[in-house]
């Protein structure tokens, strides 16, 4: 293939996001598709991050710390100028704990109180597909298992083509596993099972303070 080919060609694949298909002797940039989260130890164990263009999901059990890290991520995109979105279907963001953990509000897209999974689903495609958002997320924790359950596999891979060779992370904010696309991760965190759960401070059992509690985080299907 000639030099004018070749570079024909590529120029068509980049113009298609499909230049990932290209070999190169020089190495490949991938931090333009990677969304940092803003903490240290979990994008270590992330490859540098939430994979752009992709569906990942962040699950645990109530008190698990699933806001907190949620909240990171949005303040990370913000602090980086990036547009953010959250359905919110359960209406469970606090606006004010979230600007304390350093959300910036003004780049914040909140779509609350939806009333039900579906309207949420919908909510959320559209959001993927109006674009222009370094990070989407989709609370749906607080909804019941089996309404979740109703929604056909296909629902999830539907969204994670919306998406697809984009520049959104999206998340899932979820109590168990529900879907991530086949370059998302799941990040689970389960209450610590070895050491005691909750610490306290305060000198009577009337006058007590709850300090922290010790979680476990594990990503799965990390790079």
Known sequence: ???????????LLRARK????????????????????????????????????????IVGPRSSGRTTVLCRMLAAAGDRGEAMALIDVCDRFDPASAEAAGVDLSKLLWVRDTGDASRALKAMNLVLQAGGFGVVALDVADVHAMALRQFPYTTWMRMARVIEGGQTAAVIVAAERLARSPGGVTIALDLAPDVP??????????????RAIEVETRVVGGR
């Open 1 to 11: 293939m000639s030099s004018a080919a070749r570079a024909e060609l590529e120029s």
């Open 18 to 57: 499909l230049d990932v298909t290209l070999t190169s002797a020089a190495p490949w940039d991938r931090s333009r598709d990677i969304a940092p989260t803003g903490m240290t130890v979990l994008d270590a164990a992330l490859g540098g991050g939430l994979a752009r263009g992709h569906l990942s999901e």
């Open 197 to 210: 759960r909750a610490r306290w401070s305060g000198t009577s059992d009337r006058a007590r303070f709850l």
